[in-house]
């Protein structure tokens, strides 16, 4: 009894029902093919007897008639039984079968509220905002770290102007060398930029300049 109140022998025996059932009517049909085959053959030999008796001994051959004929009558009964104990067999089968679909999806649908349990489409939009912010809070603190203060003092602008300064100084010493003139020191603004224009002059002009000036000295000696 407890047993049937808890779904334990009894709900066993309600899902074995269906193939018991089968297997009785599995053994049923195996007799009545076995008794089909039977009169069929019972139905031939007398159909013999009565092609050897129908000219010598009409009697007998009319006696094997009616015997193949009463084996002809249970043949279309016994016929009748099978075509009716297959269709059964079938319906069970089927029956069963929808059965333990409708119970496989049933315990599938269970399952799929197990596993959802109290989750709603509310809980999932917070989860993923959750998500969203956490990955967005980890950009900046990467990007922070990454755009962080250098070690060390801070660098002087000013020194920097000064030093772009001195190598566009060296550029143009060079360049003009390279084409025999020279080139005085030129002023440099806050920003290292060219504060005034300084002509330059060619080298054989300058020598002139200096023989000119030695003369005007000797005749002021004089």
């Given at each position: 009894?407890?047993?049937?109140?808890?779904?334990?022998?009894?709900?066993?025996?309600?899902?074995?029902?269906?193939?018991?059932?089968?297997?009785?009517?599995?053994?049923?049909l195996d007799m009545l093919q076995k008794r089909e085959?039977?009169?069929?053959?019972?139905?031939?030999?007398?159909?013999?007897?009565?092609?050897?008796?129908?000219?010598?001994?009409?009697?007998?051959?009319?006696?094997?008639?009616?015997?193949?004929?009463?084996?002809?009558?249970?043949?279309?009964?016994?016929?009748?039984?099978?075509?009716?104990?297959?269709?059964?067999?079938?319906?069970?089968?089927?029956?069963?079968?929808?059965?333990?679909?409708?119970?496989?999806?049933?315990?599938?649908?269970?399952?799929?509220?197990?596993?959802?349990?109290?989750?709603?489409?509310?809980?999932?939009?917070?989860?993923?905002?959750?998500?969203?912010?956490?990955?967005?809070?980890?950009?900046?603190?990467?990007?922070?770290?990454?755009?962080?203060?250098?070690?060390?003092?801070?660098?002087?602008?000013?020194?920097?102007?000064?030093?772009?300064?001195?190598?566009?100084?060296?550029?143009?010493?060079?360049?003009?060398?390279?084409?025999?003139?020279?080139?005085?020191?030129l002023p440099t603004g806050l920003n290292g930029e060219?504060?005034?224009?300084?002509?330059?002059?060619?080298?054989?002009?300058?020598?002139?300049?200096?023989?000119?000036?030695?003369?005007?000295?000797?005749?002021?000696?004089?």
């Amino acid at each position: 009894m407890w047993g049937t109140w808890f779904g334990g022998s009894g709900a066993q025996k309600r899902k074995d029902a269906p193939k018991k059932a089968i297997l009785d009517l599995r053994q049923q049909l195996d007799m009545l093919q076995k008794r089909e085959k039977h009169l069929e053959n019972q139905m031939a030999e007398q159909e013999k007897i009565a092609k050897v008796n129908v000219s010598t001994n009409k009697t007998a051959a009319r006696t094997a008639l009616k015997r193949k004929k009463a084996h002809e009558h249970s043949l279309e009964q016994t016929s009748a039984q099978i075509s009716m104990l297959e269709n059964q067999i079938y319906s069970i089968e089927s029956a069963n079968i929808n059965q333990e679909t409708l119970l496989a999806m049933k315990n599938a649908s269970k399952a799929m509220k197990d596993i959802h349990g109290n989750l709603t489409i509310d809980k999932v939009d917070d989860i993923m905002e959750g998500l969203g912010e956490q990955r967005a809070l980890a950009e900046e603190i990467g990007n922070a770290i990454a755009n962080g203060p250098q070690a060390g003092e801070p660098i002087d602008e000013s020194e920097l102007e000064d030093e772009i300064s001195r190598l566009e100084q060296e550029n143009l010493d060079e360049k003009m060398t390279n084409t025999g003139m020279t080139v005085p020191q030129l002023p440099t603004g806050l920003n290292g930029e060219l504060t005034g224009r300084v002509a330059t002059k060619p080298m054989h002009e300058e020598e002139d300049e200096e023989e000119e000036l030695r003369k005007l000295q000797a005749e002021m000696a004089m």
